[in-house]
């Protein structure tokens, strides 16, 4: 069975400081993997999604960058942390367009907080 | 601008109550899906329903498309305190590989 993992689970970083999240997919092959960001008690935002390794679509422009050195790994990074980048951080993969199923399978997510 | 929009924000009821939650979207879709967060979790797909479809039945859920109206609904059947969540409906436009997300209706269940 399929598996997505997250880490960390909470973060605590001061403004101006890097940041690296890292996400990784077991038991599937070539996923669709995405970034999201949920504000408190909002949706979600989609950040970045990538189809293939070194494919990053970019939503919405910002000082986040996101990268996938590997089939089944997508990290979201920072070089420098502001405020509003505080927020809870979910990774989600889906299987590729063309198959049955569209459904997004998510991470537990890292809740991080800019201070 | 968000493609859903669910509707109440908020619900509260009492257990072995039928909850019903209402998406509505813009643009044209291929698919729509509705995802269950428990509280400072990850979402977990609950149904989806494509653009062809009407309705259709997962357990203790029922979920209407309404293509016409650009609407869709959630119905939760006698409800427990573990349905207990937010609940998001999600819509991929038609030339798009990505879902969008409303805001999420928040449901209480009351023991």
């Known amino acids: 069975s399929q598996t997505i993992h997250q880490w960390p689970a909470t973060l605590v970083q001061p403004v101006g400081s890097p940041l690296s999240l890292e996400c990784t997919v077991e038991g599937t092959s070539n996923p669709n993997l995405y970034w999201y960001r949920q504000a408190a008690g909002r949706g979600l935002q989609l950040l970045f999604y990538s189809v293939g390794i070194g494919q990053i679509s970019s939503e919405v422009p910002q000082n986040l960058s996101a990268s996938r050195p590997q089939d089944r790994q997508f990290i979201l990074s920072s070089k420098k942390l502001l405020l509003s980048d505080s927020g809870f951080y979910l990774c989600a993969w889906s299987a590729r367009p063309g198959s049955t199923h569209y459904e997004q399978y998510f991470g537990p997510g890292t809740r991080l907080t800019v201070t | 601008s968000q493609q859903g929009e669910e509707d109440p924000q908020a619900l509260s009821i009492q257990e072995g109550e039928n909850a019903t939650m209402n998406c509505s979207y813009k643009?044209?879709?291929?698919?729509l899906q509705w995802y269950r967060q428990n509280s400072g979790r990850g979402l977990v797909h609950l149904i989806l329903i494509r653009s062809n479809e009407r309705e259709k039945h997962s357990g203790r859920l029922r979920v209407t498309l309404d293509t016409s109206k650009k609407s869709s609904s959630l119905l939760i059947t006698a409800s427990r305190a573990a349905d207990t969540a937010s609940y998001f409906c999600a819509t991929d436009a038609l030339g798009y590989s990505t879902l969008t997300f409303g805001k999420g209706t928040m449901l209480l269940v009351s023991p």
């Open positions: 643009t044209s879709i291929n698919n």
